[in-house]
Nanobody, 120 residues
Framework: QVQLVESGGGTVPAGGSVRLTCTIT????????VGWYRQGTGSEREMVAW???????NYGDSAQGRFTIAGDDAKNTVYLQMNSLKPEDTDVYFC??????????????WGQGTQVTVSP
């Protein structure tokens, strides 16, 4: 059974930073890929960043140069460091787990997400 819990969100001024944490139970982050998604405005959640086997980081266009994804093997967690935040980053953020490259259909159950609100 795979469980994912998101935490670390909050209200941040524009230009500020926040660090999100994905805590994973049932799989090792070093053996799989873990991605951060945002709710978005459409029917599908949008990729923000993902980490392959705890080592290789990949980013969406809006995250490139501002966000950093990294894993902690000891804690079996994946972090998303979000810097230079913009109001358009405001959303609910989720994490999930999958094999290989990013997918819209990860195999873990969706958690409750964590809210990031960026004030002007």
């Amino acid at each position: 059974q795979v469980q994912l819990v998101e935490s670390g969100g909050g209200t941040v001024p524009a230009g500020g930073s926040v660090r999100l944490t994905c805590t994973i139970t049932g799989r090792l982050v070093r053996d799989f890929s873990v991605g951060w998604y945002r709710q978005g405005t459409g029917s599908e959640r949008e990729m923000v960043a993902w980490l392959r086997r705890g080592v290789t980081a990949n980013y969406g266009d809006s995250a490139q140069g501002r966000f950093t994804i990294a894993g902690d093997d000891a804690k079996n967690t994946v972090y998303l460091q979000m810097n230079s935040l913009k109001p358009e980053d405001t959303d609910v953020y989720f994490c999930n787990i999958f094999v290989g490259s990013w997918t819209k259909s990860p195999f873990g159950s969706w958690g409750q997400g964590t809210q990031v609100t960026v004030s002007p």
